[in-house]
């Protein structure tokens, strides 16, 4: 074998300390002020983490890596966005291994090999290691708490969604037997002050917490937020579904003003973590609606013929054929009733829209929202024919309005919440404060963030609030 090349450091001293007892220090001093949960609930497949200077951003990392005390693995890759080297493709370092003060980090020469089988997205580009810190950053903390690993260093020059799941698939092909942890490694936001930095952050955590790569994708190329490292994100999301994490975990949240104190042009940094729930805990969605909103009555045919509806309503307008008939002998489904449907394609949500008002019966609301969640959500492309039959539909009937003047009013797990300030209104069906873990104040604040008002908005004698529940089925 040839003679290792070392990657030497380009950052120790100064984006973290270049003395190793000082450097092990500050580790153990941002892990041990860390308070993400004590342990993921089932296996950790990958961590989200931000990448600037450790002073800046040591202390969000270390919410993510704390999770490493209770974990072992021999095996980590890291995916790095490139902020100097313009290249295609991705490139992965095979001269050797990573030095940093606690030492040289060996590659996995098995896996980088294997990664180097698909040229069309792998390559060595030696430019791309050369002055690049997104990577580098990652190591002691890793090196503390694993202490020995081999490791897969990725650096990213394509961010495309396409390339993203090409190489997503390549990757789940050659991790799906030689288990590792994948690392993201991207900061948000950029410069920006600090409250507009805050509400650019806060679609970029939504989207995590609720693992939805292809939302995240669209509101990243719609302008919506920013993530410099957005196709680390989106490529370990991607692959960590598909290698079986079924949750996500937004750890902690920070940006740069929370440090420094200066909140004129901030950075801001995440802290997640996706994981896969221990197998009793899994296909569980049909028990969970059991335990939110109401009853409205409804019997079994109804429902049945309302789910039967929206599927044949998108199927029909899929494949061009003429649509269903919505005529029923059911009171029920005659009544006027607001309703969303939601799809969702595996684990992942396909499209959801829905009618909040009682404008029309039952049975021709669902039709029109299947529909429109279908090809008309603007978060995802259009439902394609090839994707019908693998579509799980979940329909929410709703009651009405109902103004909220005392939040003590609202019930996790019955009610969901509307809220409407000026042109601003958001909305989130009972379901999701379940699915989520709230409190009645965090679904206050997270029904805020979805209406683009700030999390505190609830509060303002101006803020007007609803409440409603909902028969949820699927």
């Given amino acids: 074998m040839a003679r290792e090349i070392v990657r030497e450091s380009v950052i120790a001293g100064s984006w973290y300390p270049g003395n190793p007892s000082v450097l092990r220090q500050d580790i153990h001093r941002y892990l041990d002020e860390a308070r993400p949960p004590a342990s993921p609930p089932g296996a950790l497949r990958a961590l989200i983490v931000p990448h600037a200077g450790y002073m800046y951003s040591g ?36 001269l050797g291994g990573y030095r940093t003060p606690l030492g040289v980090v060996p590659l996995d020469r098995e896996m980088v090999d294997a990664l180097l089988l698909h040229p069309e997205v792998f390559q060595f580009v030696p430019e791309a290691d050369a002055e690049e810190h997104s990577l580098e950053i990652q190591l002691p903390f890793l090196q503390v708490l ?46 920006h002050s600090y409250t507009e930095a805050k509400r650019l952050d806060e679609i970029v955590c939504d989207h995590v917490a609720r693992f939805d790569p292809a939302g995240l994708e669209e509101a990243l190329r719609g302008g919506e937020c920013e993530a410099c490292g957005a196709g680390p994100m989106l490529t370990v999301m991607l692959a960590a579904r598909e290698l079986g994490a079924d949750q996500a975990m937004v750890l902690h949240y920070a940006n740069s003003g929370d440090v420094t104190g200066d909140r004129r042009g901030v950075v801001g940094y995440l802290a997640a973590a996706l994981v896969q729930s221990p197998a009793g805990d899994r296909g569980e969605r049909h028990e969970r609606q059991a335990a939110v909103g109401v009853d409205l009555g409804l019997s079994g045919n109804e429902k049945r013929t309302l789910l039967q509806l929206a599927r044949q309503a998108i199927r029909s307008r899929c494949l061009e054929e003429p649509m269903p008939s919505t005529t029923t002998d059911s009171d029920r489904l005659k ?57 799980e539909i979940e329909i929410s009937v709703l009651t009405p309005l109902e103004p909220v003047s005392d939040a003590s ?3 996790i797990g019955k009610h969901g919440l ?57």
């Fill in 59 to 94: 202390k969000v990392a270390a919410h993510a890596y704390r999770l490493l005390r209770d974990q072992a693995f021999e095996r980590v890759v890291i995916l790095a966005p490139s902020h100097r080297a313009r290249f295609r493709g991705a490139s992965v370092y095979n």
């Fill in 146 to 191: 694993l202490e020995s690993f081999r490791l897969t260093p990725i650096v990213m020059g394509e961010q495309s969604l396409d390339f993203c799941e090409k190489m997503a698939r390549v990757l789940c092909e050659t991790c799906r037997h030689r288990p590792a942890l994948l690392v993201a490694s991207s900061d948000l936001s950029h410069f």
């Fill in 335 to 391: 009544e006027k009733r607001g309703a969303f449907v939601c799809l969702h394609k595996g684990e992942d949500l396909r499209g959801c829209i829905g009618m909040i008002e009682a404008k029309a019966p039952l049975l021709e609301t669902v039709g029109s929202m299947a529909v429109q969640a279908a090809f008309s959500d603007p978060r995802f492309c259009a439902v394609q024919a090839d994707e019908l039959d693998d579509l």
């Fill in 409 to 411: 009013r609202i019930e």
């Fill in 418 to 474: 509307y809220i409407r300030k000026g042109y601003h209104s958001g909305l989130l069906l009972p379901q999701v404060a379940v699915e989520r873990g709230w409190s009645p104040t965090e679904l206050l604040e997270w029904t805020c963030k979805k209406a683009g008002l700030p999390d505190q908005a609830w509060k303002d004698p101006d803020t007007e609030i609803f409440m409603f529940s909902a028969d949820v089925f699927s």
